[in-house]
Every structure is written in structure tokens, then in C-alpha cells.
């Protein structure tokens, strides 16, 4: 980027913003995208950043050590938000899905992730007075392709299938819905989802992704940057650094490759090399097998499951 192209990000930034001290609201996950954001908003545009993280039980230990050094070393203030959302939703679907393992109900251990990444961080946004909030988001994320794992009949796109494909899970799978403050942030977080320009707009909040409009995405440079900078990868990602912040997520992928013979990683990775912004060569490395089975099964011992569930895990894993 040329040091006109930078002036220009500061100036629509600072432009937006109303707070005299802080410029910029970055959602920091202590993952690569949103650590490099925080790295380039502060150091090389020169903005003053405060960050919020968004807590809960299944982030795993490098990522914790990647959010308490980057934000010290980057973060003009550091806000950490307990997602209780998650926490709960997140042992409870834990709890749900062995009943009835599929590919579809995957999307369910997520549950409350998104509802933090919007409704907590609007509220902590206006708490600060701080109006512009930055995202790390990259246009190779997949929300879209998650849900079109619920939709009925499969291939087919738009609310109505993905509704009729959820009370198709529901009925191989009652006690997906047997919590009833996790089925409740389920309905939130879908309106939340739904309506999130809507909801940012009447807040008075502007929401900026940079991957999306100002920042070609090279994961590649992104990589070799953070790795000057002492970032820590994941473990438990194997080979890649995709999404290696969360162990849900982990515990999601893993499930996914185990029944369906692929999973969102390639996804990802496949829409990069399509576009043409990674080679073949770079695309095998980043979706290569490791056997994480024993690493996923301590993920569940931690995670909060009756002793019950944890049965039914090690019994399926052992097929």
C-alpha cells in the first residue's frame, strides 16, 4: 500500500470516528486476521486502537498468549467481554449433538459466538462511545456454507429451507432444543445475524472490514508478518493457520472431515484458489490430515459435558 493509499484509510477512519482519544472499536480474537488488523491499524496507520475480546471457555492457551501480548503491545485499551452466551450454548450442543451425529447439526456448537460478536460488542461500543467498530472478517469466511449444510432439500438457498432443514434436525434430534436459555440465544442469534446492518445503523455505529474494502487479502503475507511479530499458532490447527483461535471450532472441523470426508478448512481454502490468490501447491499443504483425535477428546473432558456425553464421544470415535 502506498503512503497515499494509508493516509486515505486514516482519513475515512478518523473522518467516521467521535471519539477524540480512540479511534477505532477492532474485534480482537487473538486470531491471525483480526492480530495482523490490530498490528496494521496501530503501527503502520498509525491509529490509536482499543480492542474487545470476546471470552469464553474453549479459547485455547496460544490464543489467550496472542491476546494478552498483542493487545499490550498495540491496543491503546483492551476491553475483555465474558461471552456467557457461548459458555452455555456451547456445552449444551455439545451435549445434544452425540445424540444424533450429522454434518447438518454441526452448526449448532457455535451457538452464541455470533450473538456476542454483535450484540456484546455494540453494547461495549456504546458503553465506550467509540462508533466505529472494525471487523477482521474475510470474504473466504463461510457463514453461508454452514447454513446451506441445514438447508432441505440440500443445494437449495434462502430462510425458508433453512428452516424447514432445522425442524428436520430437531426431529432426528429432540434434545437439541430440550435447553431452553440455549434455544433462546439460538432464535437471538439468528435476528442478530439477520439484522446486523440494521441493528449497527440504529446504534449509530459504523462497521468497517478492511478485507473486504480496502486490503487485498494475502494470508500468506499476513503470516509471515505475524511470525516476525511472535504470534503463536494454534496447536491443534495441524498444518494451517485457519481459525486456529477456537476449540469449538476444532472440535466442529474435526467432526465435520470425520463424517463428510472434507470440511469448511477446504472450503476456505478452495474459494482462496479459486480466486487465484494462492497456488495448488499452497492449497495441499493448508488442508493435509493430522490425526487430532486425542487432542479433540481432551477438548471435551474440559469442556464442561456430563460424564454421560463424554461416553457417547469416546464410544463414536472408537468406530
Not at 467516521?16 to 495482523?36: A, E, H, Q, T, V
Not at 456467557?84 to 451457538?111: D, M, Q, R, V
Not at 441445514?150 to 432445522?166: A, C, E, Q, S, T
Not at 503463536?232 to 465435520?256: E, I, L, P, T
Request: charged content about 25%; some cysteine; aromatic content about 14%.
Amino acid at each position: 500500500m502506498s503512503p497515499a493509499d494509508a493516509s486515505e484509510r486514516v482519513s475515512v477512519i478518523k473522518h467516521l470516528s467521535k471519539n477524540k482519544d480512540i479511534d477505532c472499536l477492532l474485534m480482537f480474537s487473538g486470531g491471525k486476521d483480526s492480530s495482523y488488523l490490530l498490528f496494521y491499524l496501530s503501527e503502520v496507520l498509525g491509529l490509536n486502537v482499543a480492542t474487545i475480546t470476546l471470552s469464553h471457555k474453549f479459547l485455547c492457551q496460544e490464543t489467550q498468549d496472542n491476546i494478552t501480548n498483542f493487545a499490550q503491545k498495540y491496543s491503546k485499551k483492551h476491553i475483555s467481554v465474558e461471552n456467557i452466551y457461548l459458555n452455555h450454548a456451547g456445552t449444551h450442543f455439545l451435549e445434544a449433538w452425540i445424540n444424533k451425529p450429522e454434518e447438518a447439526s454441526l452448526i449448532t456448537l457455535c451457538t452464541g459466538c455470533r450473538m456476542g460478536l454483535i450484540k456484546l460488542v455494540i453494547e461495549t461500543a456504546k458503553k465506550e462511545g467509540i462508533n466505529v467498530v472494525v471487523t477482521g472478517l474475510t470474504p473466504f469466511e463461510a457463514t453461508d456454507y454452514r447454513m446451506r449444510l441445514v438447508n432441505y432439500p440440500r443445494g437449495k438457498d434462502g430462510k425458508l429451507f433453512f428452516f424447514i432443514g432445522y425442524i428436520l434436525l430437531v426431529l432426528r434430534n429432540p434434545s437439541l432444543i430440550l435447553n431452553s436459555k440455549a434455544l433462546n440465544y439460538q432464535i437471538q442469534e439468528f435476528y442478530y445475524f439477520s439484522k446486523q446492518k440494521s441493528i449497527y445503523k440504529k446504534n449509530d455505529l459504523y462497521l468497517i472490514k478492511p478485507f473486504y474494502d480496502y486490503l487485498v487479502y494475502d494470508e500468506k503475507e499476513i503470516i509471515e508478518a505475524l511470525k516476525k511479530l511472535k504470534w503463536k499458532k494454534a496447536s491443534v490447527s495441524g498444518n494451517s493457520y485457519w481459525r486456529a483461535d477456537c476449540d469449538m471450532n476444532a472440535v466442529r472441523q474435526y467432526f465435520h472431515y470425520r463424517i463428510s470426508g472434507y470440511n469448511e478448512q477446504e472450503y476456505y481454502y478452495g474459494q482462496m484458489l479459486k480466486d487465484k490468490l494462492i497456488t495448488e501447491e499452497y492449497y495441499n499443504k493448508n488442508i493435509k490430515r493430522f490425526d487430532q483425535t486425542e487432542r479433540i477428546i481432551n477438548i471435551l473432558r474440559s469442556s464442561g459435558i456430563s460424564s454421560k456425553a463424554m461416553k457417547k464421544y469416546e464410544k463414536y470415535l472408537s468406530v
